[in-house]
């Protein structure tokens, strides 16, 4: 027999996968641990579930409130309130919960497989926006355009199959020419709302080293780093190399980078011309050993730069560099390969998870806190794809738990249609138990194909 499910089972159903996730990593926990707590009424983790799973509802908050608004125990301002709160550390809570998360996931990933750190950044929008708080004037280099926003770098895990986000920072304009809105808060060096704001106007390379170097002897830490050309400079491979990690990035073809070859200080370009390249089909055009060094630094670190042919332009090449020498050349093609992870995280956010879009901010602590929260979402749609038993993809597991929840819903309508009809059988015509079972069970048999296989039940009893 199949039982139809209660009918407040359509506003916990969500919450009670996120519930599971929850309490499964202790996020609760690590909410109190980065302050996001509430001195009195309702609980911020009741808050921050709901935040979570308002995504998977098609709903925005304020159709929400006006649909379900009797059955929530806070209002809107409670969660601005929430949002805006500048003493919670969200960046913390992103980088906790990674710590909670990839040690389930790495039992799961073969010991031959090696995971990497992933860096990259992607453009977050706010064109429409005038009077966002440190709203910058920025150059997305893929589109070749400016956009007013901000820069949201990142810093993520993977084994090849499952990226988790590790680190964030939402970057503002360190130009005052390009800086279109100021703080909006006093400035006070012993708060996280100003180490926030300081931050967002450093320099990217600067944000990447100090993520990597939190990362350093934690669950999250990996042997190698991998970035694409933009963060790829002499200076970013010593200084990541100090910390201990090895590097496999894709290097710019400039003049302004030199490399030590054969006693010659050349720019890989230089390089490539003089050496002879491989004959046939072979995977790569040329490997050679350099030696990294710049101005800034004592050190010079040995490094091998391999040179692929473009699949897009048979005439130009891509020039790899592994600051791991003892790699085979395959093995660096292979492992910058995972670079390529961060790019649909990238695209699920913006165009699954609501990154930028879901809310209109103004204060800076509260456009970090969303993002916070986008992220979660994120790591919990990962973590549910990796144990799944058959090979969905993040979109299709997205649409699958809406479909859920808009199944639920037409159960519950029917178990509430079924348990009037059943008590105004008992009612009004005096019908035993038995009896009114009995007509259920044919008004179900009688019911159109369609749908019987969305809801198929065989018993039911109010």
Request: glycine share 4%.
């Amino acid at each position: 027999m199949t039982t139809i499910p209660k009918p407040n089972e359509e506003d916990n159903a969500l919450q009670k996968r996120f519930s599971y996730f929850m309490k499964r990593f202790a996020v609760g926990r690590i909410l109190r641990s980065v302050n996001a707590s509430k001195e009195k009424g309702v609980s911020a983790n009741n808050v921050f579930v709901t935040l979570l799973g308002l995504v998977f509802t098609h709903k925005n908050l304020y159709t929400l409130m006006s649909t379900n608004g009797e059955k929530l125990p806070f209002g809107k301002d409670v969660v601005y309130r929430f949002l805006s709160k500048a003493c919670v550390s969200w960046e913390l809570l992103v980088f906790r919960l990674s710590l909670a998360v990839i040690p389930t996931i790495a039992t799961l990933t073969s010991e031959e497989r090696k995971s990497v750190l992933i860096v990259d950044d992607t453009p977050y929008y706010r064109n429409r926006s005038k009077k966002v708080e440190l709203l910058s004037r920025c150059y997305d280099h893929s589109e070749r355009r400016y956009y007013k926003g901000f820069n949201m770098l990142n810093l993520g895990w993977s084994d090849g199959q499952t990226f988790i986000p590790v680190d964030f920072r939402l970057v503002a304009s360190g130009n005052d020419k390009n800086l279109l809105e100021g703080s909006h808060v006093k400035e006070d060096n012993r708060t996280i709302a100003t180490k926030r704001r300081k931050d967002a106007r450093r320099d990217k390379p600067s944000l990447v080293i100090d993520m990597l170097e939190a990362v350093k002897g934690t669950p999250s830490e990996a042997k190698y780093v991998l970035f694409d050309s933009w963060f790829a400079s002499p200076s970013s491979l010593i200084s990541i190399k100090s910390l201990g990690y090895d590097v496999v990035a894709r290097m710019k073809d400039t003049e302004k980078y030199h490399f030590l070859h054969n006693g010659e200080t050349l720019p890989l370009r230089k390089i490539y011309s003089m050496s002879k390249k491989r004959r046939g089909r072979s995977r790569y055009l040329l490997s050679v050993t350099v030696s990294v060094r710049h101005k800034d630094f004592d050190e010079v670190i040995p490094a091998k730069a391999v040179f692929v042919r473009d699949r897009n332009n048979r005439k130009k090449y891509i020039s790899l560099i592994s600051t791991d020498t003892s790699l085979s050349e395959e093995e660096i093609i292979t492992l910058y390969g995972k670079r390529w992870d961060i790019e649909p995280f990238h695209k699920m956010l913006k165009s699954f998870l609501r990154l930028a879009t879901e809310f209109q901010l103004r204060s800076f602590d509260a456009i970090t806190a969303h993002t916070a929260i986008v992220l979660v979402r994120y790591t919990f749609l990962a973590v549910e794809n990796r144990y799944a038993k058959d090979y969905r993809t993040l979109g299709a597991l997205f649409y699958l738990v809406c479909d859920e929840l808009q199944d639920i819903s037409f159960a519950t309508a029917f178990d509430l249609l079924i348990s009037t009809l059943s008590q105004a059988l008992r009612d009004s015509l005096y019908l035993a138990k038995e009896r009114v079972l009995e007509f259920v069970n044919q008004l179900i048999a009688r019911l159109p194909w369609f749908l019987r296989e969305r809801f198929i039940v065989t018993v039911c009893e109010s």
